[in-house]
């Protein structure tokens, strides 16, 4: 090519190397004459003299040559020392300027840190994936507010919903409301900062305070060991050590803070401070509470909080019934029908059976009751009986259910009894034994002994031997005679059992009276299951035309007097004519 003289000019750029001449290198498509001294194919960027410009800007290394580097897409020539596949972003002279913001880390390329999604370089110290907010040089801005602790990033704190940088430093989940140190954080709302148990809504009800709810009840301390800080609220539990006080636990006093011990509503009247009185005057008794509804007693307990002793008698809804029994007026006139009703199986045939009783006649209904129609008549009815007090028990102790029935307003001067199991037709020729007063009339009138003497009958075990006791109920018994009129102060005649022969109520064990007219005592004798936790069933009686009704509790332990001397509880009501009722277990 340097050729002079005779020689034509050729096209070798060294004659004196036989490895150099045009097209020897890789690069050189179109003829060119290069050197390459590293042979990686790229001829010399810095050749001169007959040599023709190549693209190898290091013609001293193999390793670099347009496009070695990954990120050399085009055909770039630059260096790549920490081999990431980045070409270094300060790159001088013949290099190529690359985006590798740190050519001596591989750890450090653009989209290295997990933020990095437009390719940024970023340094990420802490490794949380977050490049650091105060990055200088060639190194791109990150969203890290401390590159040196990767528990803080963008959305670290719960509360970051939208990615702010927090510091949360009592992992309460919400971030310190004045961040005093870096100027990288965001403020949070966390009202003090290193108390876990401190924050926004921590009382959950009282979400909109940021305060501490010690007992869990969800209500906010009222004061706060800090609460003079600005943004620490107070809230409105009195109480924040015991879980049962906080406001509103009384629903009927919704705006104490108090607690409700029985949940009936109400608050002790001597709560002690800081919780609020109330006005139960029995907090540790559910049916105790102002406005309970009951009965005024003489003995009895103050449930309705006014002063003044009653018995509890709570409302009850009646389900709907499976059965219905009804008079028919041809049949049973004007009889007052289910004026008594009692329960047993008294035939044995495992089916409880019912008495309807009315004022003049009785019907003994057998189950089951699925049998029964509507009309009494229709229903199967295995007797009618001219009477209206009857009892069901086991009045001879043989385990056999008997059947006990009055003679009041029937034509015979006797209350009568069948053992069971009962079979056959009623007639007081069959009964097992009878009831009376020795024969003889009351003489006192104006009905005497005969019709109106024995007007309710009960068997129940009032004396506790596990035996059962005949009871007869006596309205219209005279206590004294005026002028031949019958001054009806009524009684009650306790016969202590078992029973199984004639007896007659002038040997009673225990008779009880009124005292003056119109008392009528006696209506509706009823043993009770044990009310006075004595273990004994106690006695209950009623009035008809009197005001009062007495319960005995423990009977054997009473002598025979007037029920205004002997009656353990005594009910008093402003009407007259008083019937009593039992269930079971109450």
Known sequence: KGATGLYDVGTDCNDADNTEFPGAVTEATGGECMTDADSDGYGDKGATGLYDVGTDCNDADNTEFPGAVTEATGGECMTDADGDGFGDKGATGLYDVGTDCNDADNTEFPGAVTEATGGECMTDADGDGYGDMGATGLYDVGTDCNDGDNSEFPGAVAEATAGECMNDRDGDGFGDDSPSWGSFYDAGTDCLEGFADTYPG???MEPEKCTRDSDGDGWGVIRHEYYYLPNLDAGTDCDDTDSAVYPGAATEEPSLCTADADGDGYAAD?????AEAGTDCDDTNSGVYPGAPGLEVSGGDDIDCDGDDYINYPDEELA???????????ATGNHYLGRFLEVADWNNDGQDDVYVGGQSMGYI???PVSSWGSDIQAAPTSHALNTQGAGFGDIDNDGDIDFLLTGWLSTDDRGAAWLGPVTGALTLGSADFVWDRGGQPDPCG???FGRYYDEDVQAGDVDG???ADLIVGSTTHNGVCNGGSGVMWGAVYVTYGPISSDVSMDDADLILTGTSYPDSFGRYPHVLEDMDGDGIDDLVTSSHRGYDTHVLFDVASHSSGTFVSEADLILSASLSDQTVATSAGD
């Open 446 to 448: 104006p009905y005497g």
């Open 365 to 367: 209904v057998e189950g």
């Open 270 to 274: 001597d709560a002690v401070s800081p």
């Open 320 to 330: 709907d019934w499976d059965a219905e029994l009804l008079g028919t007026p041809s």
């Open 202 to 204: 921590a009382a959950i």
């Open 465 to 467: 031997d596990g035996k």
